[in-house]
């Protein structure tokens, strides 16, 4: 038995105890916006996000940013990505399939090519890109990039990989570019960007960590020029400069072109509805005013922790710091790798809004998996930290999926 049929068998179970968690939630909701009283399973997962997907796939983006009567912009679907609702669609033309089994089909489709390529994205970190020998016999599986892809699969949130949502999809190809990048397989990294950035919005991290990659690269071949060149006659601090750029242009055209795809996008939006920020309007509708960099944090800091907010706030960063310099992290990921892991962390502090859907979005975080199973090679530790998880799911499904009215009206989005 060859390893990848292993991995897709965890991946089947980990999908079986996801459907478990959401039928049992689902026998437990009460009235709520969609239906009055308990849902089935395929009911439960179509609801939230996957209506906006539902009506994208079912008549397209608006060629209108729908206002209020003071002129400011509601939410509409321009706040979702296409590549997963147009899928759908074509899928549903396919096949005479609804929205939801499509959708879900899509997602979980998705989810078992990650499920593959999430172990030889691990093996790659640890190998230093070498083959993922995913043919390979069974036995020789490599156990720590097996359980770290396990945990992925396992965590609070993966219960979203069946559901007919942007996730499994955007994973599937954010996993692809990590490791083709690991690999430093330039050309394959560049095709994968375009999809990427089209599934969720995670272009400007990227670019932003293949920036940074390349600027730490080409600082490091240009102190080798200059050190080559200080003992050598004819050649000048500048020379060694442009020789370091020669040398590391391959990484600067990759970052100026992930780049580019990190405003496909919104350059889209633009063309189609007229105004340059269609797409930044249409996403600071959800919070009903204009987003200051940063400011979120501190104004969710404060509303949880009073007074100590900025203590909390300073805490939570200096952890985030700590946690990226560890030693863990360090022997288990690249320095790629971790740089995605720092501008992601910089992108949701400058960019997001914290509430409870930031759960949801810590899913790219998915490198942290292995660090995680390396802290100990205990079996009672990695037994209980996967259990943990699967448990988590119970938690995230229950607290976060399940619909209970606030005093307030709503409920907190998942």
């Known amino acids: 038995m060859p390893v990848w049929v292993v991995l897709l068998g965890i991946y089947l179970l980990t999908r079986v105890w996801g459907w478990i968690v959401f039928s049992l939630v689902a026998r437990q909701q009460g009235t709520n916006p969609w ?17 906006w997907y539902r009506q994208i796939a079912a008549t397209g983006y ?32 396919v096949t005479g399939l609804g929205f939801v089994p499509a959708g879900a089909a899509i997602s979980v489709a998705c989810g078992a090519v990650t499920a593959v390529l999430l172990y030889g994205f691990f093996r790659a970190c640890r190998r230093d890109g070498r083959p993922a020998g995913l043919t390979a016999s069974a036995r020789t599986i490599d156990v720590g990039p097996a359980l770290a892809t396990a945990l992925v699969l396992l965590n609070p949130i993966a219960p979203i990989l069946q559901v007919p949502y942007a996730e499994s999809m955007s994973l599937m190809f954010l996993v692809s570019v990590l490791w083709a990048l690991t690999a430093r397989r330039w050309g394959i990294c560049a095709v994968l960007l375009v999809p990427t950035c089209l599934s969720r919005p995670v272009g400007v991290p990227l670019g932003a960590a293949l920036g940074l990659w390349w600027l730490v690269g080409w600082i490091r071949a240009a102190r080798r020029a200059r050190a080559e060149a200080s003992s050598s006659a004819g ?4 020379r060694a400069a442009l020789r370091a750029l020669r040398q590391t242009r391959a990484e600067l055209a990759l970052a100026l072109f992930a780049c580019a795809c990190a405003l496909i996008w919104p350059g889209i939006a633009w063309a189609v509805i007229g105004r340059p920020d269609a797409y930044t309007a ?15 944090w501190f104004q969710q800091a404060r509303v949880f922790f009073g007074d100590a907010g900025w203590l909390a706030l300073a805490l939570l960063l200096l952890g985030a710091w700590a946690l990226l310099g560890s030693r863990a992290v360090r022997r288990s990921l690249p320095g790629a790798v971790r740089m995605w892991l720092g501008c992601y962390g910089v992108y949701l502090l400058v960019f997001l809004f914290p509430q409870s859907s930031t759960f949801r979005l810590l899913l790219p975080t998915f490198p942290l998996a292995a660090p995680l199973v390396e802290v100990s090679r205990s079996r009672g530790y990695r037994v209980l930290l996967l259990v943990g998880a699967g448990l988590g799911q119970l938690l995230w499904v229950g ?4 619909w209970k009215e606030l005093p307030s009206g709503g409920d907190f989005p998942p």
């Not at 912009?73 to 033309?93: D, E, G």
């Open 282 to 296: 249409t996403e600071t509708a959800w919070r009903g005013e204009h987003l200051l960099p940063v400011q979120p």
């Open 35 to 51: 239906v009055d009283g308990p849902m089935d399973y395929g009911r439960f997962i179509g609801i939230w996000d996957a209506d």
């Open 235 to 238: 050649r000048t601090p500048g």
């Open 62 to 93: 608006p060629q209108q940013l729908p206002t209020d009567p003071d002129g400011h912009v509601r939410q509409n679907p321009w706040a979702f990505y296409p590549l997963f609702p147009l899928a759908a669609r074509a899928l549903m033309r």
């Open 399 to 402: 607290w976060l999926w399940h």
